[in-house]
């Protein structure tokens, strides 16, 4: 199975500074068709996981621009421009690439 | 809009099967498989397995290989996740979750499941 590797597991953020996850993957994530199926999810405390970004660096409706995802082969990022206090929880990034899909071991994000 | 409603909370003992649904709405269920995640109490998500709906194909991680059964019922536009012989480790959150361009896109709330004597 494919290892997702996320670095730091813990982020401190001060409100309005910047924040970035790494993950890297064990295996590229490039797939057949020429993609990378890279996602990256936020889950909120108490609520289900919600898809932030999707093929490394595609946002999905409705997520502030602040969230940009970045990267490629086995190396990724997600980077929140300023954190705010709603983006409090826990991130993770997922390949969608192998069977079976992996996810990362999650970053908490938590404000200072 | 699109929405996956899952069933409620259960408890069962040791040895048990419990069977989790997923009705899907705000779109056409055929088109899209279903995926299960689950999250132990406190730790991170853990992909179980996934369904074709449209033939009914499944495909699910090894270490489920023989408890876990995964169904659709394209009429009531619902899917559902079994999983027997049920131990402690098998307490967790379970979500389906939408496929797309391989990728999950719409999750379900979740649904608890308890397995203690």
């Known amino acids: 199975d494919v290892v997702m590797t996320q670095s730091p597991l813990s982020l401190p953020v001060t409100l309005g500074q910047p924040a970035s996850i790494s993950c890297r993957s064990s295996?590229?994530?490039?797939?057949?068709?020429?993609?990378?199926?890279l996602n990256w999810f936020q889950q909120r405390p108490g609520q289900s996981p919600r898809r932030l970004i999707y093929k490394v660096s595609n946002r999905d409706s409705g997520v502030p621009d602040r969230f940009s995802g970045s990267g490629s082969g086995t190396d990724f990022t997600l980077e929140i421009s300023r954190v705010e206090a709603e983006d409090v929880g826990v991130y993770y990034c997922m390949q969608g690439t192998h069977w079976p899909w992996t996810f990362g071991q999650g970053t908490k994000v938590e404000i200072k | 809009q699109v929405q996956l409603v899952q069933s409620g909370a259960e408890v069962k003992k040791p040895g048990a099967s419990v069977k989790v649904s997923c009705k899907a709405s705000?779109?056409?269920?055929?088109?899209?498989?279903i995926s299960w995640v689950r999250q132990a109490p406190g730790q991170g998500l853990e992909w179980m397995g996934w369904i074709t709906v449209y033939n009914g194909k499944t495909d699910h991680a090894q270490k489920f290989q023989g408890r876990v059964a995964m169904t659709t019922d394209t009429s009531t536009s619902t899917a559902y996740l079994e999983l027997r012989s049920l131990t402690a480790d098998d307490t967790a959150v379970y979500y389906c979750?939408?496929?797309?361009?391989?990728?999950?896109?719409?999750w379900g709330q979740g649904t608890l499941v308890t397995v203690s004597s």
């Open positions: 295996q590229s994530l490039v797939y057949s068709d020429g993609n990378t199926y």
């Open positions: 705000g779109y056409t269920f055929t088109s899209n498989g």
């Open positions: 979750a939408r496929h797309l361009s391989r990728s999950l896109d719409y």
